[in-house]
T-cell receptor, first 112, second 116 residues
Framework: NAGVTQTPKFQVLKTGQSMTLQCAQD?????MYWYRQDPGMGLRLIYY???????DKGEVPNGYNVSRLNKREFSLRLESAAPSQTSVYFC???????????FGEGSWLTVV | AQSVTQLDSQVPVFEEAPVELRCNYS??????LFWYVQYPNQGLQLLLK??????LVKGINGFEAEFNKSQTSFHLRKPSVHISDTAEYFC??????????????FGKGTLLTVNP
């Protein structure tokens, strides 16, 4: 049982480059999330998807876009990466909003 | 909007000592409360949660937390820690009503270091 799987695990980007973080869950969950984690800041919600076909902004959506491709997959795109987007990104899912959230292993992104 | 404050950014303790990690929250409505643990270079794992009912919640690895509504606190405790408990611990809160206003808000984390 893989749970929440996100790729890539590590990535180095140059300023201005674009990239997409992929996430898939095999728990048949309706809701999915993208968080970023920065030292001393805890986790901050970037975007979430309550159910297939819907997406909503979280606390820090600027500079990001998301796609809920189907019930299993929820991708995060950086159109023009900036050094301020250097962070660890976590994808997560839950049965529905408000239920226990299960996290992926994280993606370490460095923008130089 | 809800908020979470973890009162200690770092807590060093010796092995087999008791530990308490403090968490206070702010909300004008009823909430759900969670503690997550993050081991180095890993994602977050749920330790325990309070949704309703008994205010004393038991979780995995011998941890427990007590919901205190009057003090708006949800402190995490363990009577005897092990080296393997060294990790970062996050308190989180969501509104009980959920729905379109849903957001799980995390505290900034407490790094628990257990020394031999």
């Amino acid at each position: 049982n893989a749970g929440v799987t996100q790729t890539p695990k590590f990535q180095v980007l140059k300023t201005g480059q674009s990239m997409t973080l992929q996430c898939a869950q095999d728990m048949n969950h309706n809701s999915m999330y993208w968080y970023r984690q920065d030292p001393g800041m805890g986790l901050r919600l970037i975007y979430y998807s309550a159910s297939e076909g819907t997406t909503d902004k979280g606390e820090v959506p600027n500079g990001y876009n998301v796609s809920r491709l189907n019930k299993r997959e929820f991708s995060l795109r950086l159109e023009s990466a900036a050094p301020s987007q250097t962070s660890v990104y976590f994808c997560a899912s839950s049965v529905t909003l408000g239920n226990t959230i299960y996290f992926g292993e994280g993606s370490w992104l460095t923008v130089v | 909007a809800q908020s979470v404050t973890q009162l200690d950014s770092q807590v060093p303790v010796f092995e087999e000592a008791p530990v308490e990690l403090r968490c206070n929250y702010s909300s004008s409505v009823s909430v759900y409360l969670f503690w997550y643990v993050q081991y180095p270079n890993q994602g977050l794992q749920l330790l325990l949660k309070y949704l309703s009912g008994s205010t004393l919640v038991k979780g995995i690895n011998g941890f427990e937390a007590e919901f205190n509504k009057s003090q708006t606190s949800f402190h995490l405790r363990k009577p005897s820690v092990h080296i393997s408990d060294t990790a970062e611990y996050f308190c989180a809160v969501s509104l009980e009503s959920g729905g379109s206003n849903y957001k799980l808000t995390f505290g900034k984390g407490t790094l628990l270091t257990v020394n031999p």
